[in-house]
Nanobody, 118 residues
Framework: QVQLVESGGDLVQSGGSLRLSCAAS????????MGWYRQAPGRQRELVAT???????NYADSVKGRFAVSGDFASSTVYLQMNSLKPEDTAVYFC????????????WGQGTQVTVST
């Protein structure tokens, strides 16, 4: 089992920046990838950015060039630096971790609210 705790969500003006953090605990030795998803009201949860233990990153097209994901797998922490925020970035951001020990399992945090005002 892996537990994830996010922090850093806030209310910010359009064009501003925020940095989200997520710390994992539990069976962290089996984590192969971490990252972030988001869910806006009335919409499905969507990928924001992920990073693997080999530093392979993947971004949603909507955030490329504005957001940067980084990970410290030694301390089981992942970050999301968000710049040039837009109102459409408003959502609950969920931390994500994938383990691959015997089988693949995905874990989710409780979420942190990011609100971008106009």
């Amino acid at each position: 089992q892996v537990q994830l705790v996010e922090s850093g969500g806030d209310l910010v003006q359009s064009g501003g920046s925020l940095r989200l953090s997520c710390a994992a605990s539990g069976s962290v030795f089996s984590i192969e990838a971490m990252g972030w998803y988001r869910q806006a009201p009335g919409r499905q949860r969507e990928l924001v950015a992920t990073i693997t233990k080999n530093d392979i990153t993947n971004y949603a097209d909507s955030v490329k060039g504005r957001f940067a994901v980084s990970g410290d797998f030694a301390s089981s922490t992942v970050y999301l630096q968000m710049n040039s925020l837009k109102p459409e970035d408003t959502a609950v951001y969920f931390c994500y971790a994938r383990t691959a020990l015997i089988r693949i399992r995905d874990y989710w945090g409780q979420g942190t609210q990011v609100t971008v005002s106009t």
